[in-house]
């Protein structure tokens, strides 16, 4: 981690729950992180694990009837949860942007790319439509778009998908943002663009000193870019730490599995990757304790008997396991795994 260590966002507790068939679904379940100044956290785990929930309900976008948001998401000391939405919207583009997963539906196709970034300009800041007009132009060159001042004159539909993504990165610095969400900004990119989209976001924090909370399902994207790993599972909270500790050394049998199913680099190529057998369970039919323990090779009796609490694995790092708790440590890392030096491109 750069920069200061100040915290930026403390969410402490943080529960969502949807009404379906007469009762109240948890999809999340007491999450608690801290996000510090010029830091990139990363949000984990498959899809359905509550990720996009989380960051919808910090940034009061679910307008779901009957949804309810407990717990507490302090921003540079504001409350977000209960906010208004007049004040959430003063927020929202000016202090707290967002990267959506699909940049073709995150904008209006009636409208041009330029239009729509002078749009959020304009409603945060008392400037004209020149100047509004000038700073989206240089905006899109600084994502590294050609002829910034003819793209911005183009609808979504005319740009490809990568250029797309670097317009809804512009959108989002627009004003500057101190914490910027990207949901997913990869998806759908072929690797030498998702190549330049993350070479982008790490840069961020030097050259606009913004903080990122990075949502992905790809631990190799997290490795290249993340300072600290959060992993979620079934809305709950699996492990976190310093995202050197929680490749080196994870404390979660989700968590190795994870990285045991990413392909290697170096080393004789594996006859078949490791998988995580069966699927994460519905919100509805979690069992009674672990969510992972239908799925885990290392299950014991304890384990079924409450939601295991996170336990110290080591300084900084956490993990929702009765493992490490009872002395047990997970299996040594398999030697066809990769490294982090290896996913950071430093070699084996």
Known sequence: ???????????????????????????????????????????????????????????????????????????????LVGMPQKHLRQLRG?????????????????YTIGWQIDEQIRAHERVSRRQARARTIRLLGDMGVPDPERTAQRYPHQLSGGLRQRAMIAMALSCNPTLLIADEPTTALDVTVQAQILDLIRSLRATHGSSVLLITHDMGVVA??????????????????????????????????????????????PHRLPAIAGMPPAPQDRPRGCAFGPRCNHV??????APPPLVAVSPGQEAACVLPAEGHPLPPRMPSTLTTGEMMGRGP
């Open 94 to 110: 000016r202090d707290i942007a967002m990267i959506f997963q699909d940049p073709m539906t995150a904008f209006t196709p009636v």
């Open 224 to 269: 290249q870019t993340c300072d600290t790993t959060l992993v979620l599972y079934s809305g709950r909270i699996a492990e976190t730490g310093p995202t050197a500790d929680v490749f080196s050394a994870p404390g979660h049998p989700y968590t190795a599995a994870l990285l045991a199913s990413i392909p290697p680099l170096y080393g004789p190529r």
């Open 1 to 79: 981690m750069t920069g200061n260590a100040h915290p930026l966002l403390v969410v402490r507790d943080l529960c969502v729950s949807f009404p379906a068939r007469g009762r109240m679904i948890p999809i999340v379940e007491h999450v608690s992180f801290t996000l510090h100044e010029a830091e990139i956290l990363g949000l984990v785990g498959e899809s359905g694990s509550g990720k996009s929930v989380t960051v919808m309900a910090l940034m009061g976008l679910i307008d779901m009837p009957g949804v309810q948001v407990s717990g507490s998401a302090r921003f540079r000391g504001r409350e």
């Open 300 to 305: 014991h009796e304890s384990c079924r008997i």
